[in-house]
Protein backbone atom coordinates (compact mmCIF):
# COMPACT_ATOMS: atom_id res chain seq x y z
CA UNK A 1 0.00 0.00 0.00
CA UNK A 2 1.32 3.26 -1.13
CA UNK A 3 -0.09 5.16 2.04
CA UNK A 4 1.79 4.25 4.97
CA UNK A 5 -0.95 3.68 7.25
CA UNK A 6 -4.74 3.38 6.63
CA UNK A 7 -5.84 5.49 9.11
CA UNK A 8 -6.52 9.34 8.76
CA UNK A 9 -7.18 11.20 11.77
CA UNK A 10 -8.87 14.80 11.18
CA UNK A 11 -11.33 16.94 13.00
CA UNK A 12 -13.73 19.42 12.43
CA UNK A 13 -12.79 23.45 11.55
CA UNK A 14 -16.10 24.19 9.98
CA UNK A 15 -18.68 22.91 7.44
CA UNK A 16 -16.02 21.74 4.63
CA UNK A 17 -12.79 21.91 6.17
CA UNK A 18 -10.86 19.75 8.42
CA UNK A 19 -7.40 19.33 10.33
CA UNK A 20 -4.95 16.76 10.17
CA UNK A 21 -4.25 15.28 13.77
CA UNK A 22 -1.43 13.08 12.34
CA UNK A 23 0.43 13.50 9.42
CA UNK A 24 -0.67 11.36 5.72
CA UNK A 25 2.42 9.51 4.28
CA UNK A 26 2.14 8.62 0.72
CA UNK A 27 5.43 6.51 -1.10
CA UNK A 28 5.63 7.76 -4.60
CA UNK A 29 7.81 5.95 -7.28
CA UNK A 30 11.00 8.13 -6.26
CA UNK A 31 10.34 9.84 -2.58
CA UNK A 32 8.10 10.41 0.03
CA UNK A 33 5.20 12.48 0.20
CA UNK A 34 4.47 13.07 3.96
CA UNK A 35 1.53 16.15 4.85
CA UNK A 36 1.73 17.62 8.19
CA UNK A 37 -0.18 16.98 11.43
CA UNK A 38 -2.42 20.79 11.44
CA UNK A 39 -2.66 20.62 7.40
CA UNK A 40 -6.28 21.83 7.28
CA UNK A 41 -8.08 20.22 3.76
CA UNK A 42 -12.06 19.97 2.79
CA UNK A 43 -10.88 16.24 1.26
CA UNK A 44 -12.67 15.97 -2.13
CA UNK A 45 -12.90 19.66 -3.06
CA UNK A 46 -16.52 18.71 -5.39
CA UNK A 47 -19.35 21.52 -6.14
CA UNK A 48 -22.14 20.41 -4.10
CA UNK A 49 -24.21 20.00 -7.24
CA UNK A 50 -22.11 16.96 -8.41
CA UNK A 51 -21.84 15.17 -4.61
CA UNK A 52 -24.33 12.47 -6.30
CA UNK A 53 -21.37 11.36 -8.57
CA UNK A 54 -18.48 12.01 -6.56
CA UNK A 55 -18.97 12.76 -2.76
CA UNK A 56 -16.34 14.95 -0.38
CA UNK A 57 -15.45 11.64 1.27
CA UNK A 58 -14.56 8.22 -0.17
CA UNK A 59 -12.56 5.70 -0.98
CA UNK A 60 -10.11 8.64 -2.47
CA UNK A 61 -9.90 10.76 0.91
CA UNK A 62 -6.45 9.80 1.35
CA UNK A 63 -5.63 10.73 -2.21
CA UNK A 64 -7.15 13.91 -1.74
CA UNK A 65 -5.73 15.18 1.48
CA UNK A 66 -2.16 14.64 -0.55
CA UNK A 67 -3.21 16.09 -3.27
CA UNK A 68 -4.77 19.74 -1.69
CA UNK A 69 -0.92 19.55 0.19
CA UNK A 70 0.55 19.12 -3.34
CA UNK A 71 -1.29 22.17 -4.48
CA UNK A 72 -0.24 23.89 -1.62
CA UNK A 73 3.32 23.54 -2.68
CA UNK A 74 2.27 24.71 -6.11
CA UNK A 75 0.78 28.09 -5.19
CA UNK A 76 4.49 28.71 -3.23
CA UNK A 77 6.22 27.50 -6.05
CA UNK A 78 7.65 24.55 -4.99
CA UNK A 79 5.72 21.91 -7.49
CA UNK A 80 4.14 21.55 -10.74
CA UNK A 81 -0.36 21.23 -10.68
CA UNK A 82 0.40 18.83 -13.79
CA UNK A 83 2.74 16.29 -11.40
CA UNK A 84 0.76 16.69 -8.31
CA UNK A 85 -2.49 16.25 -10.80
CA UNK A 86 -0.37 12.97 -12.29
CA UNK A 87 0.02 12.12 -8.25
CA UNK A 88 -3.44 12.36 -7.31
CA UNK A 89 -4.93 10.15 -10.27
CA UNK A 90 -2.05 7.47 -9.40
CA UNK A 91 -2.82 7.51 -5.66
CA UNK A 92 -6.71 6.91 -6.65
CA UNK A 93 -5.65 3.63 -8.60
CA UNK A 94 -3.53 2.68 -5.40
CA UNK A 95 -6.58 3.02 -3.35
CA UNK A 96 -8.84 1.00 -6.08
CA UNK A 97 -10.72 4.03 -6.96
CA UNK A 98 -12.94 2.82 -10.20
CA UNK A 99 -11.04 3.74 -13.76
CA UNK A 100 -13.97 5.98 -14.79
CA UNK A 101 -14.07 7.87 -11.80
CA UNK A 102 -10.68 8.60 -10.97
CA UNK A 103 -10.13 9.87 -14.14
CA UNK A 104 -12.80 12.17 -13.84
CA UNK A 105 -11.96 13.24 -10.70
CA UNK A 106 -8.37 13.47 -12.09
CA UNK A 107 -9.64 15.42 -15.46
CA UNK A 108 -11.65 18.03 -13.24
CA UNK A 109 -8.58 18.88 -10.97
CA UNK A 110 -6.03 19.15 -14.29
CA UNK A 111 -8.92 21.77 -15.33
CA UNK A 112 -8.98 23.36 -12.54
CA UNK A 113 -4.89 23.49 -12.20
CA UNK A 114 -4.81 25.01 -15.95
CA UNK A 115 -7.55 27.40 -14.97
CA UNK A 116 -5.30 28.10 -11.76
CA UNK A 117 -1.57 28.31 -13.47
CA UNK A 118 -2.48 29.11 -17.26
CA UNK A 119 -3.42 27.50 -20.43
CA UNK A 120 0.51 26.48 -21.05
CA UNK A 121 -0.11 23.93 -18.25
CA UNK A 122 -2.37 22.46 -20.71
CA UNK A 123 0.46 20.85 -23.05
CA UNK A 124 3.48 21.21 -20.33
CA UNK A 125 3.38 17.31 -19.67
CA UNK A 126 3.06 16.24 -23.04
CA UNK A 127 0.81 15.59 -26.16
CA UNK A 128 -0.72 12.60 -24.27
CA UNK A 129 -2.03 13.82 -21.05
CA UNK A 130 -3.71 16.62 -23.32
CA UNK A 131 -5.03 13.84 -25.18
CA UNK A 132 -6.17 12.06 -22.22
CA UNK A 133 -7.81 15.32 -20.98
CA UNK A 134 -9.93 16.21 -23.36
CA UNK A 135 -10.97 12.09 -24.23
CA UNK A 136 -12.38 12.12 -20.54
CA UNK A 137 -13.95 16.07 -20.30
CA UNK A 138 -16.15 15.79 -23.71
CA UNK A 139 -18.10 12.46 -22.67
CA UNK A 140 -17.74 13.54 -18.50
CA UNK A 141 -19.41 16.99 -19.10
CA UNK A 142 -21.94 15.41 -21.56
CA UNK A 143 -22.75 13.07 -18.47
CA UNK A 144 -23.28 15.37 -15.70
CA UNK A 145 -25.00 17.76 -17.80
CA UNK A 146 -28.17 17.24 -17.35
CA UNK A 147 -28.67 15.39 -14.36
CA UNK A 148 -26.03 18.60 -12.72
CA UNK A 149 -28.18 20.56 -13.89
CA UNK A 150 -31.69 18.85 -12.23
CA UNK A 151 -29.65 18.99 -8.86
CA UNK A 152 -28.64 22.30 -9.17
CA UNK A 153 -32.57 23.78 -10.02
CA UNK A 154 -33.54 21.48 -7.02
CA UNK A 155 -30.97 23.04 -4.78
CA UNK A 156 -32.00 26.68 -5.72
CA UNK A 157 -35.47 25.75 -5.23
CA UNK A 158 -35.12 24.25 -1.77
CA UNK A 159 -33.11 27.27 -0.92
CA UNK A 160 -36.18 29.14 -2.31
CA UNK A 161 -38.26 27.29 0.27
CA UNK A 162 -35.89 27.52 2.84
CA UNK A 163 -36.02 31.28 2.35
CA UNK A 164 -39.89 31.70 2.60
CA UNK A 165 -39.86 29.49 5.75
CA UNK A 166 -36.98 32.24 7.25
CA UNK A 167 -39.12 35.08 6.74
CA UNK A 168 -41.94 33.89 8.02
CA UNK A 169 -40.40 32.37 11.17
CA UNK A 170 -38.53 35.54 11.56
CA UNK A 171 -41.63 38.03 11.07
CA UNK A 172 -43.44 35.61 12.62
CA UNK A 173 -41.22 34.78 15.67
CA UNK A 174 -42.52 35.82 19.28
CA UNK A 175 -40.27 37.95 21.52
CA UNK A 176 -38.96 37.96 24.81
CA UNK A 177 -39.37 41.03 27.06
CA UNK A 178 -35.85 41.99 26.40
CA UNK A 179 -37.05 42.48 22.66
CA UNK A 180 -34.51 39.55 21.42
CA UNK A 181 -36.40 36.20 19.87
CA UNK A 182 -37.83 33.73 21.55
CA UNK A 183 -36.23 30.66 19.34
CA UNK A 184 -32.87 31.40 17.18
CA UNK A 185 -34.37 30.77 13.41
CA UNK A 186 -31.05 29.98 11.42
CA UNK A 187 -30.53 32.05 7.71
CA UNK A 188 -30.17 29.53 4.72
CA UNK A 189 -27.36 29.88 2.59
CA UNK A 190 -27.19 28.78 -1.08
CA UNK A 191 -23.31 27.44 -1.82
CA UNK A 192 -23.36 25.30 -5.13
CA UNK A 193 -19.53 24.96 -4.23
CA UNK A 194 -17.58 23.27 -1.18
CA UNK A 195 -15.86 26.60 -0.35
Known amino acids: MPFLSDRIAVEEIDDIRWRLLEPVSYEGKEQVFTVPTGFTTDFASVPRFLTWLVPTYGRYTKAAIL ?7 TDAGDFDHADADGIFRWAMRELDVAFLRRWLMWAAVRLAG ?3 SGLSTLWRPGFGQLAALVAVTLPGFLFVLVPGCVVLAALFVFYLAESTAFL ?3 IGSRRAPT ?3 VK ?7 RWTPS
Open 67 to 73: HDWLWKL
Open 184 to 190: KVNPPSF
Open 168 to 170: ILK
Open 114 to 116: VRK
Open 179 to 181: GKP
